[in-house]
């Protein structure tokens, strides 16, 4: 425990993890204990699922390009209400059940995060001609204000934060949750960010856990085919928030009961580490 005292550790979780309202809470108590034992938390979460079931109900079609949401107006204005109305306070709810004092905010509270839209372009295998995609309200963060941050932490108070922010204008974008907690874990230079997702962590070929994976490896891995899929933006983001100072990255499986605890206060840890 003295190794991640006084240490920020961001926790991403996924809106694929968060099935089992008994799991959901065991990692709210997770962070309220990591809290109380002298450890700043930091909770980034997803909701692609709910957003997507919310989308359906309301007979709005939605579709993934590059592994990202395509967001048009309708759909940015259902994306904030799920994940920062809904998942967000739900969130700031088992935390505070649990007996820790979470504050639920978006990137656009305090201006913490301002983003641009994303630029993505994807190269025609036939002609070789670069096109731009156009992905409408989705977002990249281009400022993060730590102070926000930094103000919540100092005190009793564990930020919960939705993956929703404005750009200098003001305009509302949607970002992918796993790059919004890259981009925070990168700001504060955490000892730790956690991806809590719904497998064991890296698997190799045979389908087994890799615990340790270097940044080399890791872009080996994706080179060979090994990771792929959602996989490679996670690892993606893994390398980015070590390039921007994060010290160590950990995907790990956080449909188990206690991930978090398993993960931070075991010799060996649960998931795969990957370190620069
Ligand atoms: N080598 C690999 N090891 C583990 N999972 C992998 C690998 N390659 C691809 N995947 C896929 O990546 C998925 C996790 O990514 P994703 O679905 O985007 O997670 P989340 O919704 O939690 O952000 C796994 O469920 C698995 O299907
Ligand atoms: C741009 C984009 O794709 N945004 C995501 C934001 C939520 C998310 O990333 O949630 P998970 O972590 O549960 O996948 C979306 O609309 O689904």
């Known amino acids: 425990m003295q190794r991640y005292d006084d240490t920020t550790v961001v926790v991403k979780y996924g809106g694929h993890a968060m099935g089992d309202p008994e799991i959901s809470r065991t990692v709210a108590r997770d962070v309220t204990l990591l809290k109380q034992a002298g450890v700043n938390p930091v909770v980034v979460h997803g909701g692609g699922p709910q957003i997507g079931k919310m989308l359906e109900r309301l007979g709005i079609q939605s579709e993934f390009r590059e592994g990202l949401r395509v967001t048009d107006e309708p759909t940015i204005a259902v994306v904030e209400m799920v994940l920062a109305g809904g998942i967000n306070k739900e969130i700031v709810a088992a935390i505070n059940a649990e007996g820790g004092r979470a504050i639920g905010l978006c990137g656009k509270d305090g201006n913490m995060v301002t983003v641009e839209k994303l630029k993505r372009t994807v190269r025609d295998p036939e002609s070789a001609i670069e096109r731009i995609v156009d992905l409408g309200f989705v977002g990249e963060p281009k400022k993060v204000r730590?102070?926000?941050?930094?103000?919540?932490?100092?005190?009793?108070?564990?930020?919960?934060?939705?993956?929703?922010?404005?750009?200098?204008?003001?305009?509302?974008?949607?970002?992918?949750?796993?790059?919004?907690?890259?981009?925070?874990?990168?700001?504060?230079s955490a000892k730790r960010l956690l991806f809590l997702t719904d497998v064991p962590g890296v698997l190799?070929?045979?389908?087994?856990?890799?615990?340790?994976?270097?940044?080399?490896?890791?872009?080996?891995?994706?080179?060979?085919?090994?990771?792929?899929?959602?996989?490679?933006?996670?690892?993606?983001?893994?390398?980015?928030a070590l390039d921007q100072g994060v010290e160590g990255v950990v995907i790990l499986n956080g449909t188990v009961p206690h991930p978090v605890i398993l993960e931070i206060f075991t010799e060996h840890g649960a998931g795969t580490l990957i370190t620069r």
């Open 146 to 188: 730590r102070e926000v941050i930094d103000l919540l932490a100092r005190g009793e108070f564990i930020p919960v934060l939705a993956p929703v922010a404005a750009d200098e204008a003001g305009a509302t974008y949607n970002v992918n949750a796993d790059t919004f907690a890259g981009a925070i874990a990168g700001a504060l």
């Open 204 to 240: 190799d070929k045979n389908g087994k856990l890799i615990r340790e994976l270097s940044e080399a490896e890791a872009k080996a891995l994706i080179a060979d085919g090994t990771i792929h899929g959602g996989m490679i933006p996670k690892v993606q983001t893994c390398i980015d």
